[in-house]
């Protein structure tokens, strides 16, 4: 069903005017995504807090994927594909 | 001439045994494993996987192959002591298969260096009789498979292991060394209250030694969103075409 | 022995001389050295009158338009040595001669009808000929079946007796004045012979006479000869002039690594020591699980090539396996069709941890399958590792795993934008 980046790969992406993620602009995928979902994860670790704002999107509206973008390193990261 | 003709079989019987020159009605059958989806295993003609063969499934992009993996996968593992995804890529997500109910005792999943070596642990692992063998192929990795190919092929052919390879494109080395192919493509993306719940696909056996080729079928593939899904509920057949129905309905 | 009770298999195939060349069968070849004896000669020359033992003039008379080949017994012995081997993994009773026959002693063998099935097999491989394979109480009696079984066929005797009455005294391995005897006396089939009594006609012929009249009632008075594996092999080449360049031993040792490989192969064994010499150098290794197909030998070999600095130019390279695993030991799978049993495909696996570390193969147990961060759902587990899961990530630690995570909480859907 998904591939899993893991680690997840850092991407960068640009955002459309409502805040949603509208094109990734440096990784090993590039081009326009179609968001269709979002959700947060978040888990308090006693070392670690892990939150993440994680969006499914369609890219280049062909390809399913997953992106988040971790809230406290402010990065995005490119973690599943479905093919 | 006749007598010439009479010699020439006697001496191939002689070398390679009666089963070497024979018609073709009177060749063994080929053993096939039934992969516990309906739809697949009415496309290869002999209800299920050729043992002993290598078997393709070829997509672009989102359109299912990998879900078509993972579910004979799951049933390998339940049919199987073993069965094994060879993941070069690093990418398998154990997680995703799940949905389809696996025997996680049974499966092993192999992480070799490189296009060399997943060639050698394909081929070590087939000889050594591992009943299931998913190869999940990136791109790289299908292009460099030519000189080990055949060799997982006769592997497989003495064993009698299923091999099943997941690529985006099948190079012409594994279009070769493969039995039977399938190519998936995403003919429509599935939307429920806005939200994207899974695909539609069209699988087409393009190739096909053990049986006809050409046969269709419609599939819908379902991600779990949150609550999980009954195996016949992630991938669902919608419509069997087959080459005549098709072809009309293009036209 | 019991009556009716076919525990020996023999398998029928071509002279080992001239299994050397498959790509003359089917036409009348004759193997003798010049102005020699006959060693050997192909049934289509044997139609012609050639026999084994006749002067090579006289076969030539006899039939101007054969293929005349000069004797190998090397390589013929080889070729008897690698039978041997092949078939040693099928019962631990085997014995093989230069003249195309081997026998397989059934007598304990859990399954019997497979390792007929593998002998053929075998057999055909090894010399590019479709057998012929005769099952009976004995050696004798199961060699004669098999010279009347089809190529690729088992004729299977129960009672030996019956089966060998009718055949002529040809049959028996005597000398031609012993056969003359033999005819002298009136005995023409082996049901005249069994009928003498063996003092009667060792009184004519020596010891051989009372073997032969318990030969000609089936009592199998002879025993096989069983065949020990050697425990090593090795494989060289000489270099003239001699090589310098890392790119040309490493080609001349994977070429060798396959030669040792098909031989492995061929024996159903594994090497479990591996030593490499240049010349004055070597290089040695024990391995946890044997070896055996070029890929393993030529992994390590290559490695060590690679890293080696010779001296010199080398002249000479040898690849020995001093220690092989005794292939009646090593769990072939001979029987079982599309599941092989675990411990070879673990075996396997564990083969390649060697070479390529331990993470190279990994079973997943889930860990949080709930949670939302997809790194902490499973566990990835080494093969034969005890406990402790392994991080399969190669640059971020794994977080530490909290027992009551907070899980997603999903703040609604974004709308949806058709693609």
């Keep these: 069903m998904t591939r899993l980046c893991d680690p997840p790969i850092p991407v960068e992406v640009e955002l459309s005017p409502e805040g949603a993620p509208g094109r990734i602009t440096l990784g090993p995928l590039l081009g326009p995504l179609s968001p269709t979902a979002r959700w947060l994860a978040e888990t308090d670790w006693w070392a670690r807090p892990v939150a993440r704002e994680y969006w499914k999107v369609i890219l280049n509206s062909e390809l399913l994927c997953e992106v988040f973008h971790d809230l406290h390193q402010d990065q995005w990261f490119l973690e599943r594909i479905y093919d | 001439m006749q007598e010439e003709l009479t010699r020439a079989i006697d001496v191939i019987h002689l070398r390679f045994g009666e089963q070497a020159l024979a018609r073709v009605d009177a060749l063994p059958a080929v053993q096939s494993w039934p992969t516990g989806v309906e739809a697949i295993d009415r496309l290869t003609g002999i209800q299920g996987l050729p043992k002993g063969r290598i078997a393709v499934l070829q997509g672009r992009a989102t359109c299912g192959k990998s879900s078509l993996g993972l579910a004979l996968l799951a049933q390998a593992t339940r049919d199987f002591a073993q ?97 039977l192919s399938f190519s998936c493509e995403r003919t429509g993306w599935r939307f429920e209250r806005g939200e994207l719940i899974g695909v539609q696909a069209r699988v087409t056996c393009v190739k096909n030694k053990v049986g006809m080729p050409g046969a269709s079928t419609e599939l819908e593939i379902n991600y779990p969103l949150g609550a999980a899904l009954q195996p016949e509920q992630v991938l669902a057949e919608v419509k069997q075409w087959n080459q005549e129905e098709r072809e009309s309905a293009v036209v | 022995m019991e009556p009716g009770r076919a525990r020996v298999c023999c398998g029928l195939t071509v002279h080992y001389e001239l299994a050397q060349r498959p790509d003359l069968y089917g036409r009348p070849v004759v193997v003798a050295a010049w102005r020699e004896h006959v060693v050997c000669a192909s049934p289509e020359a044997e139609n012609f009158g050639v ?52 026998w397989i002693d059934l007598d304990g063998v859990v399954q019997a009808t497979e390792a007929v099935r593998e002998m053929r097999r075998r057999l055909r491989q090894a010399t590019g000929a479709e057998p012929r394979l005769g099952l009976a109480p004995g050696p004798f009696c199961a060699r004669l079946a098999a010279a009347r079984a089809r190529p690729g066929r088992l004729l299977r005797v129960a ?53 032969t009249v318990e030969r000609a009632r089936g009592q199998e008075p002879d025993r096989l000869t069983p065949w020990t594996p050697p425990v090593t092999t090795s494989a060289h080449r000489q270099f003239d002039p001699p090589v310098e360049e890392r790119e040309a031993l490493l080609f001349v040792a994977r070429a060798l690594c396959n030669d040792l490989a098909q031989e492995l192969a061929l024996r159903g064994a594994g090497a479990k020591q591996l030593r490499v010499r240049l010349d004055t150098e070597e290089r040695e290794s024990l391995v946890r699980h044997p070896l055996s197909s070029t890929a393993e030998l030529f992994g390590l070999v290559g490695a060590w090539l690679r890293e080696w600095q010779p001296a010199a130019p080398v002249e000479a ?4 396996l001093p220690l092989l695993e005794a292939a009646g030991r090593r769990q072939l799978r001979l029987w079982a069709r599309g599941d092989g049993s675990a411990d070879e495909v673990t075996a396997a696996l564990e083969r390649l941890q060697e070479r390529h570390g331990a993470e190279v193969a990994l079973q997943p147990e889930p860990a949080l399958p709930a949670s939302p961060v997809p790194s902490q759902r499973f566990h990835w587990h080494a093969l034969g590792a005890s406990d402790a899961p392994i991080s399969t990530r190669r640059s971020r630690p794994v977080p530490v795993i909290d027992e009551n995570p907070r899980l997603s909480r999903d703040l609604g859907f974004f709308p949806h934008r058709a693609p």
């Excluded at chain 2, 995703?96 to 490189?114: D, I, K, N, W």
């Design chain 2, 83 to 179: 069965a094994i995804a060879i993941d070069p890529g690093q990418s398998f997500d154990p997680w995703a298969l799940l949905e389809f109910e696996p025997e996680l005792s049974a499966l092993t999943v192999v992480r070799p260096p490189g296009a060399e070596a997943t060639g050698e642990a394909a081929t070590a692992l087939a000889r050594a009789g591992a009943g299931f063998l998913l190869l999940s192929l990136p791109g790289r990795i299908a292009a460099a498979a030519e000189p080990w190919l055949p060799v997982l092929a006769a592997a497989a052919e003495r064993s009698e292991a299923v091999v099943l390879a997941v690529v985006e494109e099948s190079p012409r080395a594994l279009a070769h060394a493969s039995s």
């Design chain 3, 51 to 102: 026999r084994v033992g006749m002067r090579q003039r006289q076969a030539q008379q006899l039939c101007p338009d054969a293929v005349f080949l000069d004797p190998d017994p090397d390589a013929a012995g080889r070729l008897r040595e690698l039978v041997c081997a092949a078939l040693y993994d099928l019962s631990p009773v085997v014995e093989a001669r230069v003249d195309g026959c081997a």
């Design chain 3, 159 to 211: 009672d030996a007796a019956p089966f060998l009455a009718p055949l002529p005294i040809a049959e028996l391995d005597l000398e031609s004045w012993q056969l003359e005897q033999l005819d002298l006396l009136g005995l023409r089939t082996l049901a005249d012979v069994a009928r003498i009594g063996p003092r009667q006609l060792e009184s004519q012929l020596g010891k051989p006479g009372r073997l």
């Design chain 3, 317 to 320: 390279m040898r690849v020995e």
